[in-house]
């Protein structure tokens, strides 16, 4: 497909720099208002984009590596644990007494919507520079990089010039509206992106809102113009548009009942790596993420804990 993919080799870890943390994510049992408490049902589990795509890969069975940070705290204990049972090496992985474990608080109406969120990624600005540099040895043994945007501008700077000197190709994560204009000026050493629509006007500087198939594919092929390599843009239950220099398509969503949106970006973005470090065709490997990601709408946490590549091909889209 393209002239650098046969660097892709699944026989070696995915090496993965960004965001751990708790979620905390409350779904109201009725009409959501200001100034009272709702009935809800709260579920608590284990987050952040770098940390989901690491779980998602490994219970694929792909090796990973998770450079992250968490605090010197009991919720940074149980993390470290968790994802260490799930397969994933922490060896890695940053402590640091200046902030606690990261967190996330989520908000989702009766109908499973994302009504508010709020995070606190501060324990991310350890991973600095130095902690990259250190770790400089990760990136010539690894197949692929994975990077989120809750890193600090100069700690991606630096992990996109070591994948460089590997010659690792680099899958970014725009992560939120927020956060996604930190990828603009490296998109020409991107690989694989994967926005929604919302981050996508952000990365291309879109005048107006992307709010159909027809936009969002114009979208994708922009990306693809700036220097990245594979742009999928993604539209909730308008299904998703993707692009390279050579082909362009259009993948329509599973039709499911939300039980809980999160992680559900982070699942797609794993399955369509973990489909390309094993030649799978990019088409089917995008509607393998398709699949992974409405698996997980369906479950209560942010990675469904059995998902394999069979559990994915039972409910492709065809």
Known sequence: MFADIHYLNSEFPVLVIGSAGLDVVGRVKSELKSGVSTPSHIRYSFGGVARNVSENLARLGQKVILLTAVG???IGDQLIQQANNAG?????????????????????NNNGRL??????MRT????????????????KQA???F???????ETIKTAISQAKRARLLICGDP????????LKPFLKNIFLITPNNTEAEILCGSPRPIKNRSQALAAAKDLVSRGVKIAIITMAELGLCYATSETSGYIPAIGTDILDPTGAGD???????????????????VRLGVSAASLTLRYQGAVVPDLSLEKLYDQLVM
Do not use: C, W
């Open 72 to 74: 010197n705290d009991h």
């Open 88 to 108: 994933i090496n922490v060896d890695y992985i940053q402590r640091t007494s200046a902030n606690p474990t990261g967190s996330y608080i989520a908000v989702l």
């Open 115 to 120: 009504e508010f969120a709020m995070d606190d």
């Open 124 to 139: 991310t600005r350890v991973l600095t520079r130095e902690y990259i540099l250190k770790n400089s040895e990760l990136f």
């Open 143 to 145: 197949s692929l990089l």
């Open 147 to 153: 990077l989120d945007s809750n890193l600090p501008q």
């Open 175 to 182: 992560t939120s509206v927020s956060l996604a204009s930190k």
């Open 267 to 285: 699942a797609l973005t794993s399955t369509v790596l973990f489909a390309l470090l094993n030649k799978i065709p990019l088409d089917d490997a």
